[in-house]
């Protein structure tokens, strides 16, 4: 029997309330969820329940109003260097070339040129940028320059890699060789993933568990074990199934104009 593999991260009764002009505004309200050593973990909720909101509150750039998230024992309370994040948004340095931006953190964390060099060429090889390290990010295509932004992740080393919807800004075949590599890097790295996204298909194709969330304010709504072999079939009847079963459990109001 396999034995149960550590909780990393842990939300416990959290909610987060934002003040507006129009008064108090709760966008998640009593989440309770872990996330296991190794584990690739999905939330998966409409356009904004509050996703983002979750991740950046793990992530540390955010406090919880109520409740509290734990990462390895400890309370989060700032962003921390375990826990890497990538978001939607490309944010690369323009100034910098590929390898100035993967390296950066380990430059400014203070580790020494030739270590950080030779870290810096094992993420930029895991992620497939060989030949492109002295690449400006203008000079590359959107999927190569969020690789570029995975492979910074990583060489941080963090415990926990935090993906909030990464892939949501590129075409459907980009999107889908993104998910392929995705899973090939997660395979080989095999750290902890909390990866955010809208897609059904994208969270049944890398999720070893998928966390339903509802609208906003965003709770747990249901929580789906995916056990099906990898690389995963899209047409199988065992994913096409689960597809029917978690797309059956939605509000189809929540999700107009979704992808």
Known sequence: MEQERKIIIESEHVSKVFDTPDGEHEVVHDLNFSARENEFLVLFGPGQCGKTTIINMIAGFEQTSEGKIMAEGEKVEKP???????????????????????????????????ERRERAQKYIDLVGLQGFENSFPNQLSGGMR???????????????????????????????????ELQRIWSTEKRTVIFVTNNIEEALYLADRIIVLTSCPATVKKEYVI?????????????????????GILDSSQWEGET
């Not at 990538?86 to 020494?112: D, R």
């Not at 080393?157 to 993906?163: A, G, I, K, Q, Y």
């Not at 099906?228 to 689960?242: G, M, N, Q, T």
């Open 80 to 114: 921390d260097i375990s826990r890497g994040v990538v978001f939607q948004s490309i944010s690369l340095f323009p100034w910098m070339t590929t390898m100035g931006n993967v390296e950066y953190g380990p430059k400014i964390a203070g580790v020494k040129k030739k």
């Open 146 to 180: 969020q690789r570029v932004g995975i492979a910074r992740a990583y060489c941080n080393e963090p415990r926990v890699m935090l993906m909030d919807e990464p892939f949501g800004a590129l075409d459907a075949q980009t999107r889908y060789l993104m998910q392929e």
């Open 227 to 247: 056990d099906l072999p990898r690389p995963r079939d899209l047409v199988s009847e065992e994913f096409l199934a689960l597809r029917k079963e978690i797309t």
